[in-house]
Nanobody
């Protein structure tokens, strides 16, 4: 049974930084694409960043230049370094992993940026 365990959310002042981590376990197969979505109440879920097994990345325009996604394939772990945080980055951040043809999700972690 595949599990994704996130850590690193919290409360930070505007301009500050946070680093999210997400470790995938329970699969015999590697995760092809891993990434992060975020969602606020009443809004659609937004893809924040994604990274392939080979390291190709993609970012939402709203976070380009501020967020960096990376992964450790040996640990099946994906990271999201978030710098220059803004109040509008406040959301629940959820990691996902695509393994074979299935998508798996973490439980979500709250990120709150105070103004």
């Amino acid at each position: 049974q595949v599990q994704l365990v996130e850590s690193g959310g919290g409360l930070v002042a505007a301009g500050g930084s946070l680093r999210l981590s997400c470790a995938a376990s329970g699969s015999l197969f590697r995760a092809n694409t891993m990434g992060w979505y975020r969602q606020t109440p009443g809004e659609q879920r937004e893809l924040v960043a994604s990274i392939t097994y080979s390291g190709s990345t993609d970012y939402a325009d709203s976070v380009k230049g501020r967020f960096t996604i990376s992964r450790d394939n040996a640990k099946n772990t994906v990271y999201l370094q978030m710098n220059s945080l803004k109040p509008e980055d406040t959301a629940i951040y959820s990691c996902y992993a695509k393994i074979l043809s299935a998508d798996y999700w973490g439980q979500g972690t709250q990120v709150t940026v105070s103004s």
